[in-house]
T-cell receptor
């Protein structure tokens, strides 16, 4: 059972464009929604995260938009650069029970110069 | 260097062999977990631990065992390797307050 669905699978944008990656979750008990960035041969690294009590969070060029009623959240990358080319994963977790992350299937982003 | 250390980085096993993937963290994190990463499937939870002496199964636990005798270490054991266990394995940890998990650099395992 896939509890976090991510789209698109891959995305190509030009430098300066604004790629948007979307995720939808099913479990309303989730209370933490992070995005991870992964470069080839490396482990995932936390990029930005949001709690369900806010609708938007910005850190540098990265923004999370969160829609609690629709159970959806998205990542926007402003002024994208070739160095942003990586695989991005959304995830969700809760601070009870397993406390582990449930991941989306990932989006491979390519930013062309 | 503070962080999550995984060894080995690469391993080739024959079907039926056993081995242990090592994971150690020096951040005094209570929560640790193991994931496997396969193309197009994201990262799937194998086993997790919420403290020393406490472990439980994740989504894909079959064929794997874990133990957590200390806060620092969380080894993953493959009892009898199968080609379906060919994957990249990641260990991760977090503390009680900060929800953000720190990941190791992974172990790429091939079972032939």
């Amino acid at each position: 059972q896939q509890q976090v669905k991510q789209s698109p699978q891959s995305l190509i944008v030009q430098k300066g464009g604004i790629p948007i990656i979307n995720c939808a979750y099913e479990n309303t008990a989730f209370d933490y929604f992070p995005w991870y960035q992964q470069f080839p041969g490396k482990g995932p690294a936390l990029l930005i995260a949001i709690r369900p009590d806010v609708s938007e969070k910005k850190e540098g060029r990265f923004t999370i938009s969160f829609n609690k009623s629709a159970k959806q959240f998205s990542l926007h990358i402003m002024d994208s650069q070739p160095g942003d080319s990586a695989t991005y994963f959304c995830a969700a977790s809760m601070d009870t029970g397993r406390r582990a992350l449930t991941f989306g299937s990932g989006t491979r982003l390519q930013v062309q110069p | 260097n503070a962080g999550v250390t995984q060894t080995p980085k690469f391993q080739v096993l024959k079907t039926g062999q056993s081995m242990t993937l090592q994971c150690a963290q020096d951040m005094n994190h209570e929560y640790m977990s193991w994931y496997r990463q396969d193309p197009g499937m994201g990262l799937r939870l194998i086993h997790y631990s919420v403290g020393a002496g406490i472990t439980d199964q994740g989504e894909v636990p079959n064929g794997y065992n874990v133990s957590r005798s200390t806060t620092e270490d969380f080894p993953l054991r493959l009892l009898s390797a199968a080609p379906s266990q060919t994957s990249v394995y990641f260990c991760a940890s977090r503390d009680r307050v900060d929800y953000g998990y720190t990941f190791g650099s992974g172990t790429r395992l091939t079972v032939v």
